[in-house]
């Protein structure tokens, strides 16, 4: 069974530049994208505390308050 023509070292060395390329692009779209789902959790954090500080009918300032005594023992 043929194999085809038989690539050059030069041609092999291209390719994988070239694929390394399409993979750093990847990588750097994946992280953009894993950075966009981070600060939407974080959002969804920052809503569910400031829901749950409403609920309790303290002010954030309390909270704040009361979290720098909790560090400070």
């Known amino acids: 069974m ?3 023509a038989k690539k050059s ?3 092999k060395i291209t390719q994988k530049e070239e694929l390394i390329d399409a993979l750093s ?3 750097k779209k994946e992280k953009e994208e894993l950075n966009e789902l981070l600060e939407m959790q974080k959002m969804e954090e920052l809503n569910e505390l ?3 500080v409403q609920k309790s009918g303290m002010e954030i300032s309390d909270i704040i308050e009361m979290a720098q005594m909790q560090v400070a023992q």
Do not use: C, T
Request: aromatic content about 0%; cysteine-free.
């Open 50 to 52: 400031r829901m749950a």
């Open 9 to 11: 070292l030069q041609e």
């Open 25 to 27: 692009i990847r990588i």
């Open 2 to 4: 043929a194999r085809g």
